[in-house]
Protein backbone atom coordinates (compact mmCIF):
# COMPACT_ATOMS: atom_id res chain seq x y z
CA UNK A 1 0.00 0.00 0.00
CA UNK A 2 1.21 3.53 -0.43
CA UNK A 3 0.51 6.55 1.50
CA UNK A 4 -0.53 8.94 -1.23
CA UNK A 5 -3.13 10.84 -0.43
CA UNK A 6 -6.07 10.20 -1.99
CA UNK A 7 -7.34 12.82 -5.01
CA UNK A 8 -10.82 14.22 -5.75
CA UNK A 9 -11.76 11.75 -8.41
CA UNK A 10 -12.40 8.86 -5.96
CA UNK A 11 -14.76 10.95 -3.92
CA UNK A 12 -17.14 12.48 -6.88
CA UNK A 13 -20.48 11.81 -6.53
CA UNK A 14 -21.97 9.04 -8.46
CA UNK A 15 -24.09 10.12 -11.57
CA UNK A 16 -26.00 7.05 -12.06
CA UNK A 17 -29.08 7.24 -14.50
CA UNK A 18 -32.54 7.08 -12.75
CA UNK A 19 -33.26 3.44 -12.95
CA UNK A 20 -35.67 2.60 -16.25
CA UNK A 21 -39.04 2.01 -16.44
CA UNK A 22 -40.03 -1.55 -15.66
CA UNK A 23 -42.98 -3.43 -17.40
CA UNK A 24 -44.82 -6.18 -15.74
CA UNK A 25 -47.74 -8.08 -15.93
CA UNK A 26 -50.81 -6.83 -14.29
CA UNK A 27 -54.90 -7.78 -13.89
CA UNK A 28 -57.50 -6.58 -16.06
CA UNK A 29 -59.05 -4.86 -13.13
CA UNK A 30 -55.78 -2.59 -12.53
CA UNK A 31 -55.62 -1.98 -16.40
CA UNK A 32 -58.93 -1.06 -16.32
CA UNK A 33 -58.86 1.11 -13.75
CA UNK A 34 -55.92 3.08 -14.94
CA UNK A 35 -57.56 3.15 -18.16
CA UNK A 36 -61.08 4.81 -16.90
CA UNK A 37 -58.35 7.00 -14.33
CA UNK A 38 -56.35 8.43 -17.28
CA UNK A 39 -58.45 8.40 -20.65
CA UNK A 40 -61.81 9.67 -20.80
CA UNK A 41 -62.67 8.80 -24.27
CA UNK A 42 -62.46 5.08 -24.15
CA UNK A 43 -64.22 2.59 -22.00
CA UNK A 44 -62.72 -0.47 -20.82
CA UNK A 45 -62.66 -3.64 -23.20
CA UNK A 46 -64.93 -6.31 -23.15
CA UNK A 47 -61.64 -8.76 -22.27
CA UNK A 48 -57.97 -8.97 -22.61
CA UNK A 49 -55.62 -11.75 -23.06
CA UNK A 50 -53.08 -10.28 -21.20
CA UNK A 51 -52.19 -6.65 -20.10
CA UNK A 52 -48.94 -4.92 -19.39
CA UNK A 53 -48.11 -2.37 -16.93
CA UNK A 54 -45.11 0.58 -16.84
CA UNK A 55 -44.37 1.01 -13.72
CA UNK A 56 -41.58 3.88 -12.62
CA UNK A 57 -38.90 3.63 -10.10
CA UNK A 58 -41.18 4.61 -7.69
CA UNK A 59 -43.42 1.46 -8.67
CA UNK A 60 -46.17 3.75 -9.85
CA UNK A 61 -47.93 2.63 -12.99
CA UNK A 62 -47.44 5.16 -15.73
CA UNK A 63 -48.44 3.20 -18.58
CA UNK A 64 -51.11 -0.03 -19.76
CA UNK A 65 -51.00 -2.04 -22.51
CA UNK A 66 -54.13 -4.19 -22.95
CA UNK A 67 -53.95 -7.25 -25.70
CA UNK A 68 -57.18 -9.07 -26.80
CA UNK A 69 -58.63 -11.14 -30.13
CA UNK A 70 -59.26 -9.17 -32.63
CA UNK A 71 -63.10 -7.90 -33.20
CA UNK A 72 -63.02 -8.89 -36.55
CA UNK A 73 -64.11 -12.61 -37.36
CA UNK A 74 -61.59 -12.90 -40.49
CA UNK A 75 -58.56 -13.30 -38.40
CA UNK A 76 -56.79 -17.01 -37.96
CA UNK A 77 -56.40 -17.04 -34.58
CA UNK A 78 -52.73 -16.07 -35.26
CA UNK A 79 -53.56 -12.72 -35.00
CA UNK A 80 -53.54 -10.34 -31.41
CA UNK A 81 -54.91 -7.01 -30.92
CA UNK A 82 -53.58 -3.82 -29.01
CA UNK A 83 -57.37 -2.79 -27.98
CA UNK A 84 -55.99 0.09 -25.03
CA UNK A 85 -52.99 1.90 -25.08
CA UNK A 86 -52.61 4.60 -22.46
CA UNK A 87 -49.76 6.50 -20.77
CA UNK A 88 -48.79 9.15 -18.53
CA UNK A 89 -47.01 10.61 -21.24
CA UNK A 90 -43.49 9.66 -20.27
CA UNK A 91 -40.93 9.72 -23.09
CA UNK A 92 -40.91 6.47 -24.61
CA UNK A 93 -43.67 4.66 -22.44
CA UNK A 94 -45.58 3.56 -25.62
CA UNK A 95 -42.66 2.59 -27.89
CA UNK A 96 -41.57 0.59 -24.54
CA UNK A 97 -45.19 -1.29 -23.81
CA UNK A 98 -45.49 -2.27 -27.82
CA UNK A 99 -42.11 -3.49 -27.50
CA UNK A 100 -42.88 -5.46 -24.85
CA UNK A 101 -46.23 -6.72 -25.85
CA UNK A 102 -45.42 -7.95 -28.79
CA UNK A 103 -42.55 -10.03 -27.05
CA UNK A 104 -44.86 -11.40 -25.12
CA UNK A 105 -47.55 -12.34 -28.00
CA UNK A 106 -44.89 -13.49 -29.85
CA UNK A 107 -43.35 -16.31 -27.07
CA UNK A 108 -47.29 -17.02 -26.85
CA UNK A 109 -47.39 -17.79 -30.48
CA UNK A 110 -49.37 -15.05 -32.31
CA UNK A 111 -47.34 -14.22 -35.75
CA UNK A 112 -48.82 -11.03 -36.15
CA UNK A 113 -50.33 -8.08 -33.92
CA UNK A 114 -52.58 -5.18 -35.10
CA UNK A 115 -54.27 -1.65 -33.41
CA UNK A 116 -55.76 1.08 -35.15
CA UNK A 117 -55.27 4.70 -33.96
CA UNK A 118 -57.21 7.76 -34.99
CA UNK A 119 -55.63 10.02 -37.40
CA UNK A 120 -54.93 12.82 -35.02
CA UNK A 121 -52.72 10.96 -32.80
CA UNK A 122 -49.02 10.57 -32.77
CA UNK A 123 -47.58 7.16 -34.18
CA UNK A 124 -44.02 7.80 -33.36
CA UNK A 125 -43.93 5.05 -30.46
CA UNK A 126 -45.68 2.60 -33.12
CA UNK A 127 -42.64 3.41 -35.46
CA UNK A 128 -40.38 3.16 -32.99
CA UNK A 129 -41.98 -0.12 -32.16
CA UNK A 130 -41.23 -1.40 -35.21
CA UNK A 131 -44.66 -1.36 -36.69
CA UNK A 132 -45.63 -0.67 -40.46
CA UNK A 133 -49.36 0.96 -41.52
CA UNK A 134 -51.07 -1.13 -43.28
CA UNK A 135 -54.18 0.66 -44.41
CA UNK A 136 -56.78 3.91 -43.39
CA UNK A 137 -59.84 3.09 -42.56
CA UNK A 138 -62.74 5.35 -43.01
CA UNK A 139 -65.19 6.67 -40.27
CA UNK A 140 -67.89 3.90 -39.76
CA UNK A 141 -71.07 4.19 -40.03
CA UNK A 142 -71.64 2.84 -36.15
CA UNK A 143 -71.82 -0.81 -34.58
CA UNK A 144 -75.97 0.00 -34.25
CA UNK A 145 -77.72 -2.22 -36.83
CA UNK A 146 -81.56 -3.06 -36.78
CA UNK A 147 -81.21 -6.47 -36.38
CA UNK A 148 -78.52 -6.34 -33.08
CA UNK A 149 -78.69 -3.25 -31.10
CA UNK A 150 -75.04 -2.09 -30.09
CA UNK A 151 -74.14 1.14 -27.53
CA UNK A 152 -71.58 3.10 -29.00
CA UNK A 153 -67.83 2.59 -27.72
CA UNK A 154 -66.83 6.30 -29.09
CA UNK A 155 -64.08 4.48 -31.46
CA UNK A 156 -66.04 4.84 -34.99
CA UNK A 157 -66.19 8.93 -34.96
CA UNK A 158 -63.15 9.48 -37.42
CA UNK A 159 -60.61 7.73 -39.74
CA UNK A 160 -58.17 5.38 -38.46
CA UNK A 161 -55.01 3.96 -39.34
CA UNK A 162 -54.31 0.26 -39.32
CA UNK A 163 -51.00 -0.85 -38.39
CA UNK A 164 -49.08 -4.09 -37.75
CA UNK A 165 -46.54 -5.55 -36.81
CA UNK A 166 -45.52 -9.18 -38.23
CA UNK A 167 -43.10 -12.23 -37.82
CA UNK A 168 -41.28 -13.45 -40.67
CA UNK A 169 -43.24 -16.80 -40.09
CA UNK A 170 -46.24 -14.57 -41.24
CA UNK A 171 -44.47 -12.79 -44.27
CA UNK A 172 -43.89 -16.13 -45.97
CA UNK A 173 -47.00 -17.75 -45.20
CA UNK A 174 -49.07 -15.22 -46.52
CA UNK A 175 -46.76 -15.01 -49.70
CA UNK A 176 -46.88 -18.65 -50.52
CA UNK A 177 -50.91 -18.24 -50.12
CA UNK A 178 -50.85 -15.76 -52.85
CA UNK A 179 -49.22 -18.07 -54.90
CA UNK A 180 -52.15 -20.42 -55.44
CA UNK A 181 -53.18 -21.39 -58.57
CA UNK A 182 -55.35 -19.50 -60.82
CA UNK A 183 -58.09 -22.19 -61.47
CA UNK A 184 -58.03 -22.87 -57.51
CA UNK A 185 -58.76 -19.27 -56.93
CA UNK A 186 -61.69 -19.48 -59.58
CA UNK A 187 -63.26 -21.85 -57.59
CA UNK A 188 -62.62 -24.74 -59.98
CA UNK A 189 -59.74 -26.60 -58.66
CA UNK A 190 -57.06 -28.72 -60.24
CA UNK A 191 -57.63 -32.28 -61.72
Request: contains cysteine; charged residues 25%.
Amino acid sequence: MTDQPETAAHHRPSRRRPARPRVRPISYRQACAYISAHHQQLERPQGHTFSLGLTNHAGNLIGVAMVGRPDARHHDGLTAEVTRLVTDGPRNACSVLLAAAWRVARRMGYQRMITYIRTDRPAAGLRAAGWKVVTETPPALGRNRLSRHRAPRGTGDGTHIHWQVTTEDWRTRTASADRVPRRAREGRGLR
